[in-house]
T-cell receptor, first 110, second 110 residues
Framework: DVKVTQSSRYLVKRTGEKVFLECVQDMDHENMFWYRQDPGLGLRLIYFSYDVKMKEKGDIPEGYSVSREKKERFSLILESASTNQTSMYLC?????????FGPGTRLTVT | DAKTTQPPSMDCAEGRAANLPCNHSTISGNEYVYWYRQIHSQGPQYIIHGLKNNETNEMASLIITEDRKSSTLILPHATLRDTAVYYCIVRGQGAQKLVFGQGTRLTINP
């Protein structure tokens, strides 16, 4: 069965901290994505990757970076967390059409 | 990608068919209609997609009008576990990004 896992369901960090969100997929998919979801704004794409070491900016990349050293793992990095990055973060992977999502990480920055 | 319009909320009785409409009047010839749903506190889940023919799988049926300007997702025998937000998304072939709108909050009542 298809599986996308995220390192934490809930995370609380302080302003200015460096934050790593990890995502792992076991389907050998080429493409991986990071979204954030906020009330009234829906899901917004932060970054995506279509191959190892390749990345593309999404709609809201500011304040974030990503890393894809291995095919199965896609990391989202908040270099210096700010309160406006408090959100639900969702990782997804795909090979062709369907995107498979992880359970999400609810990040709170205080 | 073309914009979609969905009712903000709908109710359906358990055991009945749930019919969720979506308007996408600006859809172009190579754009597909996708449906996802998001159950509370989970990541979005792929349901079905189609281009112009009606589609059916184990979860749902997708009916696309002949002019392709609207579609309907049908859950044939709704259960309480189908309570979720349902998203209709139009996406071009090969395009990786999914653009989620506000969706329809479907409540299945016992």
């Amino acid at each position: 069965d298809v599986k996308v896992t995220q390192s934490s369901r809930y995370l609380v960090k302080r302003t200015g901290e460096k934050v790593f969100l990890e995502c792992v997929q076991d389907m050998d998919h080429e493409n991986m994505f990071w979204y954030r979801q906020d009330p009234g704004l829906g899901l917004r794409l932060i970054y995506f990757s279509y191959d190892v070491k390749m990345k593309e900016k999404g709609d809201i990349p500011e304040g974030y970076s990503v890393s894809r050293e291995k095919k199965e793992r896609f990391s989202l990095i908040l270099e210096s967390a700010s309160t406006n990055q408090t959100s639900m973060y969702l990782c997804a992977s795909s090979q062709w059409d369907e995107q498979y999502f992880g359970p999400g990480t609810r990040l709170t920055v205080t | 990608d073309a914009k979609t319009t969905q009712p903000p909320s709908m109710d359906c009785a358990e055991g009945r068919a749930a019919n969720l409409p979506c308007n996408h009047s600006t859809i172009s010839g190579n754009e597909y209609v996708y449906w996802y749903r998001q159950i509370h506190s989970q990541g979005p889940q792929y349901i079905i997609h189609g281009l112009k023919n009606n589609e059916t799988n184990e979860m749902a049926s997708l009916i696309i009008t002949e002019d392709r300007k609207s579609s309907t997702l049908i859950l044939p025998h709704a259960t309480l576990r189908d309570t979720a937000v349902y998203y209709c998304i139009v996406r071009g072939q090969g395009a990786q990004k999914l653009v989620f709108g506000q969706g329809t909050r479907l409540t299945i009542n016992p």
